[in-house]
C-alpha cells in the first residue's frame, strides 16, 4: 500500500544524535549556502570530483542511513532524468560541431556537448538538493528558524520584514512533510472505498493522485487558518520583541567545521 | 459468540505492524495481535491514543504494507499474493476517524453513489442505494442529493461518509470513533441506526473508541488494546468487571461505571458490570436494603 512518506523525505527531521545534528543552526546554514554557490561556481566534472568526498563525510558523520535518503528522493530523481531528457534533446545547436552529433531527427538531436551540459546540470541540481535535504534532515524546525532569523536579523534594521519571511519560508517547508502524511490517509481511505491506488500501472496510479489534489488543498487551507489562530490566541508577534529560551551558541569545532566546508569548495572551485 | 461452525469472518494471527519500517523514522503500531470475529458479532476494539486501534482497522482491508502475520477474511490469507482485494474491499465497510479523507466526489449524491458505481451496479439500482442510505441516515434524499459536501457540518458529513458505506451494502461495517464530533443527541441516533442496521441487515459490527460510553452500548465484545497489544478480549460485562484496570489504560469508562467505582468506596463488593443507569439503581438499591 502507498507508503508515500518513504519516497519523500523532502523537509523531514530525523534525529540520530549525530555531531552534524549538534552543530550550530547558523554554521550549518553558512556551510549549506558555501555548498550552494559552490554548485553555480563549479562548472566542470573535476570539480565535482573533488566535493564528492566531502559530501560522503557529511552523510557519514550524519549518521542518516543512504539508503533512506535515496528511497527519500525517488519522486526527484524521477523528475531530474525527465528534465535533463528534454535538456539533451532539444540542446540549442548553434555552437555544436557537426562532428559532436550522435543522433538528430528534426529539431531533436543527442550530442556530446548536450550530454555534457546536462551531466553538469544534474550534478548542481543533485548537489543542490543533497545539502539542503541533509540541512533539513539534521536540523530542527526550531533551530532552522532561529538560526535564520539571527543570521538575517541585521537586515531589521533596514526595515526587511527577517521574522515574517523566515517564518513563512519555514512554514512552506514544514507543510510538505504534513501534506505528504495526509496525502497518504486520503489515499488510504479512498482505497478502503474502492479506488485501487496499489493497483494498476504508473500512468493510472498518477491519475488517481489527481483526485487527491482538491482535498488536499481544502485541508490546506483549513491548517493554515487553525494556524493563524492558534498564533493570534498565543500572541505570536516577530521580532525584535521576541526574547528567546535558548540562545544558541557556536563552539569552535563548529566554525572548524565551517572553515574546512569553506576551503574544500575553494579547492574544488580552483582545479 | 460461535456461529454455526462457519469460519469466522475476520481473524488476525500473530499480526505486527511498524510505520516506515526500515528507515530511522519506523514506530512500532502493533505487536503480535491475534482475535477471531465471528459473523454477526458486535466487537469494540478499545484502547487509549497510539494503542493501534486504527492499524488493527486498516489492516482488516489490506490498507499497510504486508509485514509479519496474518489477516484472514472468511479463512483466507489476504496478504497472499493474487488474493483478489478489490473483492475484499467491497466486502468490508469501514469509516474512518475523519469522514473528510474517505469523501471522494464533490456533492453528495455523487459521493454516496461512488461505492456502488464502482462495484458496478447499474444506474437504477445505485440511484437506489443512494436514496436508502440518505434516507437511513436522516439526509432526505431529494435534499441533501445535490448538497455540497464541503458546505456541509462536521456532523452532517460523518452522516455523508456513513452513508457512502452503508450504499455498498458490506457484510462487514468497520467504524472507527464512530462518535467523535457528535453531540448527544446526535450519538444517541447514530446508536439506534448502528444497532438497527446490523439488526436487520445481520451485519458484523466493529467500532473502535478510547471511550466506553457508547461502546458498551454497542456491543458484546470488547477487545481491548494497550500499547499495540491485546490486553482483554471477553464479553462486555466480563472486560467491565475489570474497570480498575481499564481506567489505568487511560479508556474512558461509561458513567454507570463510574458510579459504580465510586459505589465501591460504601460497597467494597459493588460490581462494575453495570451498562445502564437503572441496573446500578438496582444494585445499590439491593445494598441499601440488606445493610
Redesign the interface.
Known amino acids: 500500500?502507498l507508503?508515500l512518506?518513504?519516497n519523500v523525505i523532502f523537509g523531514?527531521f530525523?534525529e540520530?544524535g549525530s555531531f552534524i545534528h549538534r552543530v550550530d543552526a547558523r554554521v550549518k546554514i553558512a556551510a549549506t549556502f558555501v555548498l550552494l554557490v559552490a554548485s553555480f561556481l563549479i562548472d566542470d566534472f573535476l570539480g565535482f570530483a573533488v566535493i564528492l568526498p566531502l559530501l560522503v563525510i557529511i552523510g557519514v558523520v550524519s549518521k542518516?542511513?543512504l539508503g533512506?535518503i535515496l528511497?527519500?528522493s525517488r519522486f526527484f530523481l524521477a523528475f531530474l532524468i525527465f528534465i535533463l531528457a528534454f535538456q539533451v534533446l532539444f540542446y540549442p545547436g548553434g555552437d555544436v560541431p557537426e562532428s559532436s552529433y550522435l543522433w538528430r531527427w528534426g529539431i531533436l538531436s543527442v550530442s556530446t556537448e548536450g550530454i555534457y551540459t546536462a551531466g553538469i546540470i544534474a550534478l548542481r541540481v543533485i548537489l543542490l538538493y543533497y545539502v539542503t535535504t541533509m540541512l533539513m534532515l539534521t536540523t530542527s524546525l526550531v533551530d532552522l528558524t532561529n538560526g535564520l532569523e539571527l543570521i538575517f536579523g541585521p537586515l531589521q534594521r533596514l526595515k526587511v520584514p527577517v521574522n515574517e519571511l523566515v517564518l513563512v519560508f519555514v512554514i512552506a517547508i514544514k507543510f510538505v512533510p504534513i501534506f505528504i502524511e495526509e496525502m497518504e490517509?486520503?489515499a488510504?481511505?479512498?482505497?478502503?472505498?474502492?479506488?485501487?491506488f496499489?493497483?494498476g500501472g504508473a500512468i493510472t496510479r498518477a491519475r488517481r493522485i489527481g483526485?487527491l489534489l482538491?482535498?488536499i488543498f481544502?485541508?490546506g487551507f483549513a491548517r493554515a487558518d487553525t494556524l493563524t489562530i492558534a498564533m493570534n490566541t498565543r500572541s505570536y508577534r516577530g521580532g525584535r520583541y521576541r526574547t528567546k529560551f535558548r540562545q544558541m551558541h557556536a563552539s569552535p569545532s563548529d566554525w572548524l567545521a565551517l572553515t574546512l566546508v569553506t576551503l574544500w569548495v575553494i579547492v574544488a572551485w580552483m582545479v | 459468540m460461535q456461529s454455526d461452525g462457519r469460519s469466522p469472518v475476520l481473524e488476525l494471527k500473530d499480526f505486527s505492524h511498524t510505520y516506515l519500517e526500515g528507515t530511522p523514522r519506523a514506530s512500532e503500531a502493533v505487536r503480535d495481535v491475534s482475535f477471531r470475529i465471528h459473523h454477526g458479532e458486535r466487537v469494540g476494539i478499545v484502547g487509549a491514543t497510539e494503542s493501534g486501534k486504527s492499524t488493527v482497522v486498516d489492516s482488516f482491508a489490506h490498507l499497510l504494507r504486508p509485514g509479519p502475520g496474518q489477516v484472514f477474511y472468511e479463512g483466507e490469507d489476504v496478504t497472499a499474493p493474487g488474493y483478489n482485494r478489490g473483492r475484499l474491499r467491497r466486502e468490508i465497510g469501514i469509516v474512518f476517524q475523519r469522514p473528510d479523507s474517505q469523501i471522494i466526489e464533490d456533492v453528495v449524491g455523487a459521493d454516496v453513489a461512488f461505492g456502488p458505481t464502482a462495484a458496478g451496479l447499474s444506474a437504477s439500482e445505485t440511484r437506489e442505494r443512494v436514496e436508502e442510505s440518505l434516507n437511513t441516515l436522516e439526509l432526505p434524499y431529494p435534499d441533501y442529493r445535490l448538497r455540497y459536501i464541503h458546505a456541509l457540518s462536521g456532523g452532517q458529513r460523518r452522516r455523508v461518509a456513513i452513508a457512502g458505506v452503508l450504499a455498498m451494502h458490506t457484510p462487514v461495517l468497520v467504524l472507527d470513533e464512530p462518535m467523535a464530533g457528535l453531540d448527544p443527541r446526535g450519538r444517541k441516533e447514530l446508536l439506534e441506526l448502528l444497532l438497527t442496521l446490523q439488526r436487520e441487515r445481520e451485519l458484523t459490527l466493529i467500532v473502535c473508541s478510547a471511550s466506553l460510553t457508547d461502546a458498551s452500548l454497542l456491543c458484546d465484545r470488547f477487545i481491548v488494546l494497550d500499547r499495540g497489544t491485546v490486553v482483554m478480549d471477553g464479553p462486555v460485562r466480563e472486560v467491565l468487571r475489570e474497570a480498575d484496570r481499564l481506567s489505568e489504560l487511560d479508556i474512558t469508562l461509561p458513567e454507570p461505571v463510574v458510579g459504580a467505582r465510586e459505589m465501591q468506596k460504601l460497597f467494597p463488593d459493588f460490581p462494575t458490570d453495570v451498562l445502564t443507569e437503572d441496573e446500578l439503581e438496582v444494585e445499590l438499591l439491593e445494598r441499601l436494603a440488606t445493610s
Not at chain 1, 488510504?188 to 485501487?196: D, K, L
Open positions: 500500500m507508503e512518506q518513504r523531514q530525523v540520530t542518516i542511513p533512506y528511497r527519500g490517509r486520503l488510504r481511505a479512498q482505497t478502503a472505498r474502492g479506488v485501487p496499489d493497483e483526485r482538491v482535498p481544502i485541508s
